[in-house]
């Protein structure tokens, strides 16, 4: 419940500045592109003419969202509850980027906690238009603060991200699940699992600057399911 | 800026803290018409009751003493965290031995007393059979605790610990770490995370297999008030 009022705190204190701090869909990401699409037509110009100084709509920069264009890449830190991290996603053309997260419980525990480093492929087959859609799957590791009995922590994860990119903000949900191993070991127990389902919202700043919030639960079977927020800072290029 | 100070504080608020849900056992051994059997003992030890076992219902037996007097001692646990767990029906009307951990210096998850911190009751005939086994155990030290509840060579199972590190609580003194429960048997080893039950073979042929159960284990790296470091809860029955 007090995740939720933070989310919508969070979400009233960004929405609610200025307008003139959002960059609207319309623009260019890169700043080196062209002329605006909206830029009037010459005297004279044909419907041709028009059509070869077309530059199609950038794609707003996002963290949640994908994909990036080829070559293109983000960087975001987050800073929340539980966890913080820092993560990088490259775009690998058409709807394939590679993400690269490591992760701590920054402001519960500093790097004393659990910690874990996580290498997935987003694939984002709906990229155009109001829609945005896309899922990660990724394998990686816990750290433990002290070596594990039972060997290394193993984790593969998937998730679904659903957004909406409206000219003045992002706004996405997200599930996700992790599977977590019981170690290398031969008397390990099996997996466990947990859950996240998250809701969101980013607003881009300067074409390359983006800021969001978000709000998540955290479920694992048998145990608590804890509110948890996060703060999104990311860069695009 | 009011907004951003609101905004600010309310994060701070969201960062919420949780400690692991623990329900011991609270096992209780009592003999009529004196009281608590762990009255007026100072230090640990074990007491040993031989005597025809009554089962009233899944968590309460009665024992009644063997000798003259048939003085009856009714042993009570509470299984808030494990509805599984219950004497096993075919210790009725049995002759029984009941062993009783008892040390008055133990503690529960709270830090609050938990005097009594293991039963285990065997059937005797033909021979010694153990048959029920719940257990739990604070420590101040947070490295894996060895629990053997029997000697060597005998029919029942032994445990051990081992912090597991995968899954944690967040609580006010740094995570709790949820710890497996490892099951050691005749014919290998199961390992048994919070909450898990497994089964294991021990003792002879054609004897039913012993179900255990980690009830509850965790452990924490730093100290918390009076609280334990160290937290195993288990069952164990045939």
């Known amino acids: 419940m007090r995740a939720a009022a933070v989310t919508a705190l969070l979400l009233f204190a960004f929405l609610g500045a200025p307008a003139r701090g959002q960059d609207g869909g319309s623009a260019p990401l890169d700043p080196g592109a062209g002329p605006p699409a909206t830029a009037p037509a010459a005297p004279g110009a044909d419907a041709k003419a028009l059509d070869a100084d077309f530059e199609p709509e950038a794609r707003r920069p996002s963290i949640a969202l994908g994909p990036n264009g080829r070559g293109d890449f983000t960087i975001a830190l987050d800073v929340g509850w539980l966890e913080s991290g820092v993560g990088a996603t490259l775009g690998l053309g058409g709807w394939f980027d590679l993400t690269l997260r490591a992760d701590t419980l920054l402001l519960y525990d500093g790097f004393s906690g659990q910690s874990g480093i996580h290498l997935g492929v987003r694939i984002s087959p709906v990229s155009e238009g109001l829609l945005r859609a896309g899922v990660e799957l990724s394998g990686g590791q816990l750290f433990s603060p002290e070596p594990s009995s039972l060997g290394a922590l193993t984790t593969v994860g998937g998730q679904a991200t659903v957004g909406a990119a409206l000219d003045w903000a992002t706004f996405y949900g997200r599930a996700a699940v992790r599977g977590i191993s019981g170690g290398s070991e031969s008397s390990s127990p099996g997996w466990t699992y947990d859950e996240q389902v998250g809701l969101g919202v980013e607003r881009t700043f300067r074409k390359r600057f983006i800021v969001g919030a978000e709000g998540y639960l955290w479920a694992r079977p048998g145990l608590s399911t804890l509110a948890e927020w996060r703060l999104r800072f990311g860069y695009a290029r | ?238």
């Open chain 2, 1 to 238: 800026m009011r907004a951003s100070l609101a905004a600010a504080a309310v994060v701070l608020a969201a960062c919420v803290t949780r400690e692991p849900d623990t329900r011991p056992f609270r096992i209780e051994a009592t003999r009529a018409g004196v009281g608590p059997v762990e009255a007026g003992i100072a230090q640990a030890t074990i007491l040993v009751y031989d005597g025809v076992a009554h089962r009233q219902d899944d968590t309460t037996l009665d024992v009644a003493l063997d000798g003259a007097t048939g003085q009856l001692v009714t042993f009570t646990f509470h299984r808030d965290d494990a509805a599984e767990v219950a004497f096993p029906p075919q210790l009725d009307g049995q002759h029984v031995e009941v062993t009783v951990d008892v040390d008055p210096t133990h503690v529960g998850p709270e830090g609050e007393p938990l005097p009594i911190h293991g039963l285990l009751v065997a059937t005797t005939s033909p021979a010694i059979h153990y048959q029920f086994i719940i257990g739990e155990f604070s420590s101040e030290d947070s490295h894996g605790l060895q629990i053997q509840p029997v000697p060597a060579n005998q029919d029942a199972p032994w445990f051990h610990s081992v912090n597991d590190w995968a899954q944690f609580e967040p609580s006010e003194c740094g995570p709790v770490y949820y710890d497996a429960l490892q099951v050691i048997g005749d014919t290998g080893t199961i390992t048994l995370r919070r909450g898990e039950r497994g089964e294991i073979s021990i003792g002879a042929a054609g004897q039913p297999p012993w179900k255990a159960l980690n009830v509850m284990s965790w452990h924490r790296r730093s100290a918390c008030g009076a609280k334990p470091k160290a937290w195993t809860q288990l069952a164990a029955w045939r």
